[in-house]
C-alpha cells in the first residue's frame, strides 16, 4: 500500500497544465525539423519556421504557443496499491487545472454547459480519464486540447463488409474535410474497433503516443504508414496553404469489437500535440 | 508579390487591388469579435440598436487572447477558425467591414459577401500565437467584458503578419494551394 496526497497530486497537474502550454514536445520538434526538410512549398517552409520561432519564445518567456490552452484533458493511471489521502481524487486534479491556469496565464476556455454557455472562470473541470492498473505509482498525464482541432474530429459506425478501404477512406476523408481549420501540419489518432465511445477514446489515446513511434503490430504500422501518405497526398499543407506536409503522423489504436460492428473514430490534433506526463 | 503595408480603416480602393497569395503587414486598429460576440452584434441589428464598435473600413480579427502576464500588453494571441464567425460576417460586411483576419475556410456565402462589398480575408498563422502577440502595441475592452477572452477588444497593431486567402474576386488561397500539392 502507497500513500499518495492529494495536495501532490494538485501540484502536479497545476505545473503539467503551464509546462504542456509552455513547451512543445522534443518529438514535435523533431518533426517539424524534418517537415521543414521535407516540404517543398516555400510558403509552407515559411510557416513551419514562424511554428519554430513560436515555439522558442513561447519556451524561452515561459507563455502559452497558442492562446487556445485547450480543455484540460487528464489521464490517470492509477496502481491498484495506491490510496489517495487528504482529499477527493478528482477533485484534487480539477484543483490543479484551476491553480494551473489561473497562475500560468492560461485562457479560460470552458463554458458550464453546452446550450447556456456561461464561462466557468477557472478552465473547469477537466476531462478525466482513469484506468487502474498493477503497481504502486500514480502516472498523470495532462494533454490539453485545443477546440479547433478537436471540432474537426470524427466518428462513424462502419459496415464490418466496408473493411479496411472503408476505415481508410473515412480516415483520409475527415482530414481532407477539415482542411487548414485544424492547424495543420495535424497529428492524427485513428481509434478502430471497441464500441462507439471506446473508439473515440482510443483515437485520443493514440495521440499521447510519441510522433515516430509506430504501433508494435507490423500490420497496423502498415496502415499507419499508408494513412500518412495518402494524408500528405491530399496537398493541403502547412496552415493549408498548400504543400506536401499536412500530416506529421498518424497513430493507430485497435481493439476487439462486436461482430456486428467496425467503429473507426478520428481524433485530429494540431501541430502542436500538446501533453506532459508525471509519475507519482 | 513583395510584402505591403496597409493601415486601417482600409478603403474599396486599397481592397480591390488585394489577392490572394498577398503578404501584408497590418498597422493600426483591429478590433477583436468571436462567435459570442458576432451573435450578441447580430442582435443588436436586428433590434436596430447602436453597435459598440465601428464597422466602416474596419478589420476584425477573430481571437480570443489568453491572459497578459505582468507588464504585457496581451497574452497569446493566434486566430481562431473563422468558419464559425460565417453565418454572421455577410451582415457586417454588408455595413462595411472591410477586412476579417482568421484561419480556415470561408463559406460561400462569406466569399459573396466580400466580392460584392468590396471586403477581403486574411489569415494568420494558427498556432503562432507568441510571435503574433509581439506585432500587438496596445489592447483595451471595448464590449462584452463578461465574456472573458471572447469579449470584444480594441488592439492597436504594428507590422501585424497575414496573407490574403480571399480577395474582392472570389479566389480562394486554400484550394489553389491544394490543386499545385495535392497528388504529386
Do not use: W
Not at chain 1, 208 to 217: I, K, V
Not at chain 1, 221 to 249: S, V, W
Not at chain 2, 85 to 101: Q, S
Request: proline share 6%; with cysteine.
Amino acid at each position: 500500500m502507497r500513500f499518495i496526497d492529494a495536495a501532490t497530486i494538485t501540484a502536479t497537474v497545476a505545473e503539467l497544465c503551464q509546462k504542456a502550454n509552455y513547451e512543445l514536445g522534443e518529438d514535435v520538434l523533431r518533426a517539424f525539423n524534418e517537415a521543414l526538410d521535407q516540404e517543398i512549398s516555400l510558403t509552407g517552409k515559411d510557416v513551419l519556421q514562424q511554428l519554430l520561432e513560436n515555439a522558442r519564445i513561447a519556451r524561452e518567456e515561459q507563455v502559452p504557443m497558442c492562446q487556445d490552452t485547450g480543455f484540460a484533458v487528464v489521464f490517470l493511471e492509477i496502481g491498484q496499491e495506491v490510496m489517495i489521502t487528504g482529499g477527493d481524487l478528482y477533485e484534487a486534479v480539477n484543483e490543479g487545472v484551476r491553480r494551473g491556469y489561473r497562475d500560468g496565464y492560461l485562457r479560460k476556455s470552458i463554458v458550464d454547459h453546452p446550450l447556456r454557455r456561461k464561462n466557468t472562470g477557472d478552465n473547469t473541470p477537466a476531462v478525466i480519464h482513469t484506468r487502474i492498473v498493477p503497481g504502486d505509482k500514480l502516472r498523470i498525464v495532462v494533454a490539453p486540447k485545443g477546440g479547433g482541432s478537436e471540432n474537426m474530429s470524427g466518428l462513424r459506425m462502419l459496415k464490418p463488409a466496408e473493411g479496411v478501404e472503408g476505415v481508410k477512406n473515412f480516415v483520409i476523408e475527415q482530414v481532407r474535410a477539415a482542411g487548414p481549420n485544424p492547424c495543420p501540419p495535424v497529428v492524427v489518432g485513428v481509434g478502430i474497433g471497441g464500441t462507439f465511445e471506446k473508439a473515440a477514446l482510443l483515437a485520443k489515446e493514440a495521440l499521447l503516443r510519441p510522433l515516430g513511434q509506430s504501433h508494435p503490430d507490423a500490420e497496423v504500422a502498415a496502415l499507419e504508414k499508408e494513412l500518412l501518405e495518402a494524408i500528405n497526398n491530399l496537398g493541403i499543407g502547412p496552415q493549408g496553404l498548400g504543400g506536401r506536409i499536412t500530416a506529421l503522423a498518424v497513430h493507430v489504436e485497435v481493439y476487439p469489437c462486436h461482430i456486428a460492428s467496425l467503429p473507426v473514430a478520428v481524433n485530429i490534433n494540431c501541430h502542436a500535440s500538446r501533453h506532459k506526463e508525471a509519475v507519482l | 508579390m513583395p510584402q505591403i503595408r496597409l493601415t486601417t480603416p482600409l478603403t474599396d480602393e486599397v481592397v480591390e487591388k488585394l489577392r490572394i497569395g498577398q503578404r501584408v503587414l497590418l498597422n493600426g486598429v483591429l478590433y477583436t469579435a468571436r462567435d459570442a460576440a458576432h451573435k450578441k452584434m447580430v442582435e443588436l441589428l436586428d433590434r436596430g440598436e447602436k453597435l459598440p464598435i465601428p464597422l466602416e473600413g474596419q478589420v476584425i480579427y477573430y481571437v480570443g487572447p489568453s491572459p497578459a502576464k505582468p507588464g504585457r500588453v496581451i497574452g497569446s494571441a493566434g486566430p481562431t477558425t473563422s468558419g464559425r464567425m460565417d453565418p454572421y460576417a455577410p451582415r457586417l460586411i454588408a455595413l462595411g467591414l472591410k477586412g476579417m483576419i482568421g484561419k480556415g475556410k470561408r463559406s460561400p456565402e462569406v466569399i459573396k459577401a466580400m466580392k460584392q462589398y468590396k471586403a477581403v480575408y486574411f489569415a494568420a498563422v494558427g498556432g503562432a500565437a507568441a510571435l503574433l502577440a509581439r506585432a500587438i502595441k496596445s489592447c483595451r475592452v471595448v464590449a462584452y467584458p463578461e465574456l472573458g477572452p471572447e469579449a470584444i477588444h480594441e488592439l492597436i497593431v504594428e507590422d501585424f503578419p497575414v496573407i490574403v486567402v480571399n480577395d474582392v474576386l472570389g479566389a480562394d488561397l486554400y484550394d489553389e494551394g491544394v490543386k499545385i500539392y495535392a497528388g504529386r
